[in-house]
């Protein structure tokens, strides 16, 4: 029996030219912290993709929000109605957020991306 709220390889965009894709398709909603863009999805499955540049901070803090931010969705996605791809972009100042503050902040602009 596996995890179900896992996050599994097929829920996850890997290459440029899917991120590229859901960026120039999909609709944009911005939170304080965070840009959500989302399109619907070619597979069976919601996927998430999760961009950080430099300006958040090193490699560590980087690593960290997009933790917090995988976490979100996993907890997320099986309530989602609608398939998306969806790409988050991390805006300065989201490295300050804990869990809690994240998940208040995205989940109801992943519930609008996903249709929920």
């Known amino acids: 029996m596996g995890k179900p709220c896992g996050y599994p390889r097929s829920a996850r965009l890997r290459r440029r030219p899917e991120f590229l894709a859901v960026q120039k398709d999909g609709r944009r909603s911005h939170t304080a912290h965070f840009v959500v863009i989302a399109r619907p999805a070619p597979g069976p499955t919601s996927r998430l993709g999760i961009?950080?540049?430099g300006r958040i901070g090193n490699a560590v803090v980087r690593n960290r929000i997009k933790r917090v931010v995988r976490?979100?969705?996993r907890q997320t996605r099986p309530w989602l109605t609608a398939v998306r791809d969806v790409v988050?972009?991390?805006k300065p100042g989201a490295e300050t957020l804990s869990?809690?503050?994240a998940a208040i902040e995205l989940e109801p602009a992943l519930a609008r991306a996903g249709g929920r």
């Open 51 to 53: 961009t950080a540049s």
């Open 71 to 73: 976490e979100v969705f």
């Open 88 to 90: 988050v972009i991390a």
């Open 99 to 101: 869990y809690a503050q």
